[in-house]
C-alpha cells in the first residue's frame, strides 16, 4: 500500500514539529515521522527541564554562519514575540531569566504539549518510531512526488521537509543522516563540529585545578580564531559569563560560548577577575595588610580558587607585605589575562548544538528550499547556529515557519516573496 500526503517533514524536534503544525493548519496533507519512539527529546531536557525557548532580543549577530546574513529573513518574519503569543494562547506562563533568555515556569513538557497541541490542529499524521530505508526525487522515479520507502510501508509526496538536527547528543538519537540525504541530493556541507560544549585539557597540566571541580565564578573570556575557511578572518570573541570547572577542564555559560568560535589549537584567555585593577589593588594591600596572600587574593576571586593559585608559586605563599612587586604584578597578570589551550572538547556527548551543516548557498532564505526542487532544511541540520541563550530554539521555530509557509503556496501555486 502506498501513503499519499501533500508534505513529509522527517524529524519530530522543535523545527520539525513546529513546520508540521503550521503547515497542516495551512490546509496541507501533512505527515510527520521520526527514527526515535519520543518526540523533541532536545526539548525535554533542555534549559534544566524548563526549556530556554526563545530571546527576547534577536537578529543575525546572534548567530554563526558561512553566510551570517541567510536567517535574516526568517527571523524577521517569526519572531520571539510571536511564539511567546503562542504558548500565550495555550496559557502557558513563562519568565526572563538573564540577558533576555526566556523559560518556562513549570516544565519543558509544555513547550512540547503546545507543539503536539499545534500538530493535532493541523491533523498532522504522526508516525514513530519509523525508520526511512531510502527516498528517490520526481526525477528518479518518473513521477511527480517524492518517494520514501519505510519500514511502515511507500510514501509518497510532492515535497519533503528534513528536520533531522546535528550531531549533538547521539544518546538522544542524532545521527547524521539528514547530512547524508544533502548528500545524496548534491547538496554542500560546511564541515560539522560540537558546539556550546564543555572544553577540556590535558590531565597532568589540569591536575591543579581539577580539584577546583564545581567552582563558579564569573569571568571575561575569549578567543581568537582563525575560521573553517578562507573565506573568514580571524577575529577575537569576548564575553561575559559564569565560567565552572570541571575535573576535566571548563564549562559553564562563558566557556559553553565561546566554545562555538573556538578551533582546536587556538587558546582561550580568561580574565577571572573582570571590573578589578588588580595591579593597584594588589599593590595597595602590600601596603595596608598583613595577611597572607591567598587570604588578601580570597577578596577578589573565591577562596579555593585563590588557593589553588597560590600553592603553585613559593613566592607567593607569604604575607602580601613580604612579596616583592614584581612578583604581585605577575601574579595580577596571570589572574586577569589567564591563557591556556585546551586539548580538545567533550564532543557531541555533551555538546548542546552542531556548527556547520547543509551550506545555505544551497538553500532559499525565503523558503528554506534546497536547489533540489521540493526538497527543504530546517532547524539545526542548516548551517545555522545560534549562541547560548534561546536562539536556537528561535531558529527552529522561524526556520519551521518560513518553510510551513512555502509550502502552503507552493501547494496553493503562489509563490513566496
Request: glycine share 8%.
Amino acid at each position: 500500500m502506498t501513503h499519499k500526503f501533500d508534505v513529509v517533514v522527517i524529524g519530530a524536534g522543535a523545527a520539525g514539529l513546529f513546520c508540521a503544525g503550521v503547515a497542516g493548519q495551512r490546509g496541507l496533507k501533512v505527515l510527520l515521522l521520526d527514527h526515535s519512539e519520543k518526540v523533541a527529546e532536545k526539548i525535554r531536557i533542555s534549559g534544566g527541564g524548563r526549556c530556554n525557548f526563545t530571546n527576547r532580543e534577536v537578529g543575525p549577530a546572534n548567530f554563526l554562519s558561512e553566510n551570517p546574513n541567510f536567517c535574516r529573513s526568517a527571523l524577521s518574519r517569526y519572531t520571539p514575540q510571536d511564539f511567546m503569543a503562542l504558548l500565550q494562547r495555550y496559557n502557558i506562563s513563562f519568565h526572563e531569566k538573564h540577558k533576555g533568555q526566556l523559560f518556562c515556569d513549570r516544565s519543558a513538557e509544555d513547550v512540547i504539549n503546545v507543539l503536539l497541541a499545534e500538530c493535532a490542529a493541523g491533523q498532522v499524521t504522526r508516525w514513530q518510531p519509523c525508520s526511512i530505508k531510502s527516498i528517490l526525487s520526481p526525477e528518479q522515479t518518473g513521477a511527480s512526488s517524492y518517494r520514501i520507502e519505510s519500514n511502515r510501508g511507500l510514501i509518497e509526496a510532492s515535497q519533503v521537509v528534513i528536520a533531522t538536527g546535528g550531531l549533538s547528543i547521539p544518546k538522544i538519537g542524532a545521527t547524521d543522516w539528514g547530512y547524508r540525504i544533502a548528500r545524496q541530493f548534491g547538496l554542500r556541507l560546511v564541515e560539522p563540529r560540537a558546539a556550546l560544549v564543555p572544553l577540556t585539557f590535558d590531565g597532568e597540566a589540569w591536575a591543579p585545578y581539577a580539584q577546583l571541580a564545581g567552582l563558579a565564578l564569573p569571568v571575561q573570556i575569549e578567543t581568537t580564531a582563525a575560521d573553517a575557511t578562507p573565506r573568514q578572518r580571524k577575529k577575537v570573541t569576548v564575553c561575559s559569563e559564569d565560567l565552572l570547572f570541571t575535573h576535566r577542564g571548563l564549562s559553564g555559560p562563558a566557556v559553553l560560548q565561546i566554545s562555538s568560535f573556538w578551533r582546536e589549537g587556538q587558546p582561550i584567555r580568561v580574565n577571572l577577575a573582570p571590573g578589578v585593577d588588580l595591579p593597584a589593588t594588589l599593590l595597595r594591600a602590600k601596603a595596608t595588610s598583613k595577611k597572607l596572600i591567598a587570604n588578601e587574593l580570597a577578596s577578589l576571586v573565591p577562596s579555593r580558587l585563590a588557593d589553588a593559585w597560590v600553592s603553585q608559586d613559593p613566592a607567593l605563599q607569604r604575607p602580601i607585605s613580604e612579596a616583592t612587586d614584581k612578583a604581585l604584578l605577575a601574579l595580577a597578570q596571570r589572574l586577569s589575562d589567564w591563557v591556556l589551550t585546551p586539548t580538545g572538547s567533550e564532543g557531541y556527548k555533551k555538546a548542546e548544538v552542531t556548527v556547520g551543516g547543509v551550506d545555505t548557498r544551497d538553500l532559499s532564505s525565503q523558503t528554506m528550499e534546497s536547489k533540489q526542487p521540493g526538497l527543504y532544511f530546517i532547524g539545526e541540520v542548516v548551517d545555522v547556529t545560534g549562541w547560548l541563550g534561546g536562539y536556537n530554539f528561535q531558529w527552529a521555530w522561524a526556520s519551521g515557519f518560513a518553510c510551513a509557509e512555502a509550502l502552503a503556496a507552493k501547494q496553493s501555486g503562489f509563490s513566496v516573496a
